[in-house]
């Protein structure tokens, strides 16, 4: 028999607040405690674990989506935050190269909510996971104060594309909407409902689900998901990869929505293409020379060290992205 896993202690400091501490200072101080069998060949760390179960790899990740945080119900119907719950999590298999195959849901609603928003949410996952070929196989549903969705996909792949593989010399290729979703979080912030197609973008992703396994195909070294900011999103595959990315704001072409966006409330659209999230796009490395797959666009470069992402040679004067916390 194979003796249990031993968990290591904690390294970072546990004084403060979960606020001060941030998202990702959280995570250092709890994944020590999860100590990982030999089955687990990809634990935290990446957009999707990886577990081998007898002879096959299964790929694993898991969301969670909470009213007022993630979605609001004024603003999205009850089908396009199906849609988007299902597509942020089936956006993690896609950036490690894999296909999802199955999710399990689970819901957490008010008594008073109407049964036929619960029935359109269902229909919008539904319809999401039908895009990839999958089913929603169970899940659970229990009583609270507002809505909440946890999403759990599995799925498979040839070889998982991990954050960590970046090297010297590789360019950096994004695929898919860079900014519509976040130009649609500042409209709708603002008490507007125009542009509608950042608005919609906004409600409802569109993530480039055959991109992933294309790019593992192709010989991607590094590949992540575009949930919270291109530049938020390389500073991990810079950290992962211990490398520096450098990105070239001339190879990006901020569309006309972008544009009517930024002019009306006064703001760089660059800004949206550069840290928005919520458009779950792919941003990954390959080999120079690499034929990239259609779709590809290479925006950047990578360097030895330093693990930090720059715009045109120089730190990005603002957020990088999304940070939950702050």
Same mark, same amino acid.
């Given at each position: ?159 998982? &594309?991990?954050?960590?593989? @970046?090297?010297? #010399?590789? /360019? %950096?290729? *994004?695929? +898919? ?5 976040? =130009? !649609? ?112 666009? &290479?925006?950047?470069?990578? @360097?030895?060290? #330093?693990? /930090? %992402?720059? *715009?045109? +040679? ?5 957020? =990088? !992205? ?5």
């Amino acid at each position: 028999m194979t003796p249990p896993p031993v968990p290591s202690q904690p390294t970072a400091s546990t004084a403060g607040t979960v606020a001060e501490l941030g998202e990702f200072g959280l995570i250092e101080v709890i994944v020590p405690l999860f100590a990982q069998h030999p089955d687990v060949l990809v634990g935290p760390g990446d957009d999707a674990a990886v577990v081998a179960i007898g002879a096959n790899q299964v790929l694993v990740s898991t969301d969670l989506l909470i009213e007022n945080r993630h979605f609001r119900r004024d603003w999205s119907s009850a089908e396009d935050i199906g849609h988007k719950a299902a597509a942020a999590n089936l956006s993690d298999l896609n950036a490690m190269g894999g296909r999802t195959t199955a999710l399990v849901v689970a819901l957490a609603i008010p008594g008073d909510l109407e049964v036929a928003w619960v029935r359109d949410l269902a229909s919008g996952i539904a319809a999401e996971a039908a895009l990839v070929g999958a089913s929603v196989v169970g899940g659970d549903v229990t009583a609270s104060d507002q809505v909440s969705i946890a999403v759990t996909v599995l799925g498979t792949c040839a070889a998982p &594309v991990l954050r960590s593989g @970046a090297r010297a #010399g590789d /360019v %950096v290729a *994004v695929c +898919g909407r860079l900014g519509w979703a976040g =130009a !649609g979080f500042h409209v709708l912030g603002r008490g507007f409902r125009s542009p509608r197609a950042v608005v919609e973008a906004h409600r409802r992703p569109r993530p480039p689900y055959s991109a992933g396994p294309e790019a593992a195909s192709a010989g991607a070294t590094a590949m992540i998901d575009l949930s919270d900011g291109l530049l938020a999103d390389l500073g991990h595959v810079a950290a992962a990869s211990g490398c520096s990315i450098d990105v070239q704001s001339a190879a990006f072409e901020v569309e006309e929505p972008l544009r009517a966006v930024g002019a009306a409330l006064g703001l760089d659209p660059l800004q949206f293409v550069l840290t928005g999230g919520d458009d779950y796009a792919l941003a990954a490395t390959f080999p120079a020379g690499t034929t990239l797959p259609e779709g590809w666009t &290479v925006v950047g470069r990578v @360097a030895a060290g #330093g693990a /930090v %992402v720059t *715009v045109d +040679g120089v730190a990005y004067d603002g957020p =990088a !992205g999304h940070e939950h916390f702050r």
